[in-house]
T-cell receptor, first 116, second 112 residues
Framework: GAGVSQSPSNKVTEKGKDVELRCDPI?????LYWYRQSLGQGLEFLIY????????KSGLPSDRFSAERTGGSVSTLTIQRTQQEDSAVYLC??????????????FGNGTRLTVT | KQEVTQIPAALSVPEGENLVLNCSFT??????LQWFRQDPGKGLTSLLL?????REQTSGRLNASLDKSSGRSTLYIAASQPGDSATYLC???????????FGSGTRLQVQP
C-alpha cells in the first residue's frame, strides 16, 4: 500500500481481556516501530524491529506487552490482561532502516484503545 | 537518557505571520532530528529530517535548523496559513538507541 496501515482504528475492550493490534508497514521498509500516545502525554517508544535482528524491547512497560513481526513485514502488538492505564493511541511507524542518517519515519493513523 | 523539550506548548497567531517553534535536546550524540506535524485524530506526518552533519533543511515555507553542539533546533514557518494549524513534534534519533525520542509538541493555531 501507499502508507503504513493499522487495524483496527478503534478498539474497546473490557479490563482483563487480551487485545491484538496490527500494523502493515510500507513495502520495502525494514524498520518497524511501535509507539504509544496517551492523553496529554508525548509519544512513548515501545519496541522496534530492524530486519532479522533481535528487536529492541526496551520501551515495553510490562511483561503484559509483546510484539512480533512475521516475515519481516506485518507486525502484531499484543497486550494481555488489559488495564485501564493501557488506554491510549498505539502508533506504528516504518522506515527504510533503523538508525539511518536520512530515513524519516512514516506513521500510520494509529489504533485508539479504550479499556473499560 | 535523552530528553526533548519543546517551547512554547501552544501558540496562536494571525494568518500571514512568520513564526518559530523551538526544540532542545540533552544528548548531542544523535543520528538525525526530525520534525512532524500531527492533525487531530491522525498519525504523524514527516516534515523535515536534518542529519547530524547538516545545519538546516528547507521544504516550501518550512525551514528547520540544527545546532547539535548546543542541543537546539528551530522550525521556521513563513507566511502562516490556517491549514498550518496542527501540533508540531520534534524528535531526535540517538546513536545509542535507534528509535526516536519525542518532545511533547507545540500546538499551533493560525487564525484566519
Amino acid at each position: 500500500g501507499a502508507g503504513v496501515s493499522q487495524s483496527p482504528s478503534n478498539k474497546v475492550t473490557e479490563k482483563g481481556k487480551d487485545v491484538e493490534l496490527r500494523c502493515d508497514p510500507i513495502s520495502g521498509h525494514t524498520a518497524l516501530y511501535w509507539y504509544r500516545q496517551s492523553l496529554g502525554q508525548g509519544l512513548e517508544f515501545l519496541i522496534y524491529f530492524q530486519g532479522n535482528s533481535a528487536p529492541d524491547k526496551s520501551g515495553l512497560p510490562s511483561d503484559r506487552f509483546s510484539a512480533e513481526r512475521t516475515g519481516g513485514s506485518v507486525s502484531t502488538l499484543t497486550i494481555q490482561r488489559t488495564q485501564q492505564e493501557d488506554s491510549a493511541v498505539y502508533l506504528c511507524a516504518s522506515s527504510l532502516a533503523a538508525g539511518s542518517y536520512n530515513s524519516p519515519l512514516h506513521f500510520g493513523n494509529g489504533t485508539r484503545l479504550t479499556v473499560t | 537518557k535523552q530528553e526533548v523539550t519543546q517551547i512554547p506548548a501552544a501558540l496562536s497567531v494571525p494568518e500571514g505571520e512568520n513564526l518559530v517553534l523551538n526544540c532542545s535536546f540533552t544528548d548531542s550524540a544523535i543520528y538525525n532530528l526530525q520534525w512532524f506535524r500531527q492533525d487531530p485524530g491522525k498519525g504523524l506526518t514527516s516534515l523535515l529530517l536534518i542529519q547530524s552533519s547538516q545545519r538546516e533543511q528547507t521544504s516550501g515555507r518550512l525551514n528547520a535548523s540544527l545546532d547539535k553542539s548546543s542541543g537546539r533546533s528551530t522550525l521556521y514557518i513563513a507566511a502562516s496559513q490556517p491549514g498550518d494549524s496542527a501540533t508540531y513534534l520534534c524528535a531526535v534519533m540517538d546513536t545509542g538507541r535507534r528509535a526516536l525520542t519525542f518532545g511533547s509538541g507545540t500546538r499551533l493555531q493560525v487564525q484566519p
